[in-house]
Every structure is written in C-alpha cells, then in structure tokens.
Nanobody, 123 residues
Framework: QVQLVESGGGLVQAGGSLRLSCAASGRPFRNYHGMAWFRQAPGKEREFVAGWSPGRTYYVDSVKGRFSIAGVYAENAVSLQMNSLKPEDTATYYC?????????????????WGQGTQVTVSS
C-alpha cells in the first residue's frame, strides 16, 4: 500500500504562484514507475496536469511553461510549482502514483491517489 498526502493548496490571485507537495509513504519511492498530478474542476472530468519519472517530465499543453513538476527522492515526495496562475486553473488537485508504464494521461493507469488539495485562483 502507498499513502499520499497533498499539501500547499489555497487561494491566490490570478498571476500568482503556489507550490503543491505530495508526500508518499508505505512503499519505497524507487519502486514507483512515476508520479503525477491531476486536477478536477466542478462538473468536469479529472484531467492530467503533469507527470514525473526519473529523468522525464510530462505536461498537459495548458500548463506548459507555467507549471513545473519535480521528484525529491530524499523526501519521498513530488512537488508541483505553479506560476502565472489563471482562474481556469481552479480545481482540486490530486497526486497519484503509477507502479508500471502506461498512458500518463489516463487516470485508470494509476494505482494510488491522494485525497486532493483545493486550488482557487481569483480573477
């Protein structure tokens, strides 16, 4: 089993920044194929935001150049630095772990999920 705890969400004005963190426990970090952030806005489907595996990162087009994902082995954690935030970034953000290779954009290819942290961007 893997437990994931997200932190760092909050309310920010458009153009501002937030840094999300996801701490993992229960299974050695090196055993994960990768970790990712998804988000879900009210009335919308859960959407892939960014993914990380050693030496590689992946982003949805809408956040490229604004968001940056990084894995921190020493902390068993992955972070998501979000800059130039827009109101359309408002959502609940979820951390997820995948144990095997697959489609980064498909939420069904992930094996463990955190509880989510709310990000609200005001205009």
């Amino acid at each position: 089993q893997v437990q994931l705890v997200e932190s760092g969400g909050g309310l920010v004005q458009a153009g501002g920044s937030l840094r999300l963190s996801c701490a993992a426990s229960g299974r050695p970090f090196r055993n994960y194929h990768g970790m990712a952030w998804f988000r879900q806005a009210p009335g919308k489907e859960r959407e892939f935001v960014a993914g990380w595996s050693p030496g590689r990162t992946y982003y949805v087009d809408s956040v490229k150049g604004r968001f940056s994902i990084a894995g921190v082995y020493a902390e068993n954690a992955v972070s998501l630095q979000m800059n130039s935030l827009k109101p359309e970034d408002t959502a609940t953000y979820y951390c997820a772990v995948r144990l095997y290779s697959g489609d980064w954009y498909n939420s069904n290819d992930y094996h463990y999920w955190g509880q989510g942290t709310q990000v609200t961007v005001s205009s």
